[in-house]
């Protein structure tokens, strides 16, 4: 088994499942709606059979999802995620900035803008693909031989690194084109490239680190990994159009919504860590797990996310609070208000251009169970990436049992996070 792995991670030569682009289609179940039962169908076709996933009323979902936090803490001790991998992500941070320098000053400014000590964030995204490599690590045999297997554990870092790198790259060069189709003023509590440079410099920065991202994911020379990659770009682009071309019907539709927030934010999160699954060698079944995992995690953080822009305030966000509504974007909080009450539907469709409109959604808003509701959904989701984890191959390599624990933690963080 392990010279297999040895033999495959050795190979350059990508293993194609089909090729085809993972896309969601949503379908009513039993004529229900938004709160009520509907079921989430993603075709699977890299092995070549469909999920179903239903969610069910709310108040009735999230209860392996607390067992299991109640276990944790009364077991164990809580990781901190973060600082389990925090070597690396030092080393990824530095590598970045050497990354995105370029010929045209100007350019080399504006693509470092988010990449400098203290306004690089936290690093969410590499975070988590480093925790999923240790997590999926195969412990092999000592080196027998000129420290062939020590070479190969040294290659495999690196090029899961790499996935990590590149993936920073192309969020951040969505935030930059974001901000700008946005016209947003601030980001990480800083002014936004767009406003502090202008919006064609900031749309170049933006290009540059795509490109940047391109050459890197090229040099790792897998046919398949490419393409999950160039997918993710896919769905960033068409996710964008979606926010940007809605229909009255489709703005008041939860299904739409769910589609747009995986192209816009789970995407990313998914692909790449069954990117780290395959780098990895090991199988399509432990790659959908690892693909599930960071699709229920990416969609549970834009949820929170969505209650925050309601909740939080500009200083714990780093941007203004009411983001979305001011921009005329509805989430699911409002949504699920809308099921409560049908009355809001009139607002939504005048698309919240004045204050009163604005101050009328808020009112039933926080009348309804929107927001809890919201939170209960992406509660949901933090359960099915738990599932995915425990549903791993069995290990007794203590790293990588750490490595799992602390991906099952990132779900606790990302339900409880302030900002």
């Known amino acids: 088994m392990y010279w297999k792995w ?5 190979s350059s030569r990508a293993s194609l499942y089909g090729g085809s682009f993972e896309r969601f289609y949503f379908t009513a179940h039993s004529g229900s709606i938004f709160g009520r039962n509907f079921s989430i169908t993603c075709p699977k076709s890299v092995i070549g059979f469909r999920e179903t996933y239903f969610w069910g009323s709310h108040g009735l979902h999230d209860i392996r999802y607390q067992v299991h936090q109640e276990k944790t803490s009364a077991d164990e001790e809580p990781l901190d995620p973060f600082s389990l991998v925090s070597d690396e992500l030092s080393v990824i941070a530095n590598r970045l900035r050497s990354m995105v320098v370029a010929e045209v000053p100007k350019l080399a400014q504006a693509a470092e803008y988010f990449f400098k000590i203290g306004v690089e964030g936290k690093r969410f995204r590499p975070t988590v693909l480093l925790l999923m490599a240790k997590a999926l690590y195969m412990p092999i045999p000592q080196p027998t031989v000129d420290g062939v297997f020590s070479s190969l554990k040294k290659e495999l870092d690196l090029r899961q690194q790499r996935i990590a790198e590149i993936t920073e790259m192309i969020h951040v060069a969505s935030l930059l084109h974001d901000d700008v189709l946005d016209d ?3 980001r990480r509590g800083i ?62 539709s939860m299904e739409y919504y769910l589609q747009k927030t995986f192209y816009k ?37 834009q949820l929170i996310d969505d209650v925050l822009d309601f909740t939080g305030t500009s200083s714990s966000l780093g941007k203004g609070s009411l983001s979305d509504i001011k921009q005329n974007i509805v989430t ?14 009139e607002v939504v469709d005048r698309g919240f251009g004045n204050r009163s409109d604005v101050d009328l959604a808020l009112d039933y808003l926080f009348k309804s169970k929107g927001l809890e509701r919201t939170r209960e959904l992406a509660a949901e989701h933090a359960d099915e ?29 990302v339900m409880t996070r302030t900002k």
């Not at 699911?332 to 009450?341: D, N, Q, S, V, W």
């Open 6 to 10: 040895a033999l495959r991670i050795l």
């Open 184 to 186: 947003a003023e601030t």
């Open 191 to 252: 002014g936004s490239l767009n406003i502090v440079m202008g919006n064609k410099l900031s749309v170049l920065a933006g290009d540059f680190l795509l490109s940047r991202a391109c050459v890197a994911l090229a040099k790792l020379k897998n046919t398949e990994v490419v393409s999950l990659l160039a997918t993710v770009v896919e769905h960033l682009v068409n996710g964008e159009t979606m926010q940007m071309t809605t229909s009255f019907e489709q703005r008041r």
């Open 265 to 301: 934010t789970a995407s990313l999160i998914a692909n790449s860590c069954k990117a780290i699954a395959l780098l990895a060698g090991q199988t399509a079944e432990v790659a959908l797990l690892a693909y599930n995992y960071g699709r229920n995690l990416g969609m549970a953080y």
């Open 332 to 345: 699911a909080p409002i949504l699920f208000a809308m099921e409560e009450y049908p009355q809001l539907r």
């Open 385 to 413: 990436a738990v599932k995915a984890i425990e549903a791993l191959p069995h290990s007794d390599d203590e790293d990588v049992i750490k490595s799992r624990r602390a991906l099952v933690d990132l779900t606790r963080e």
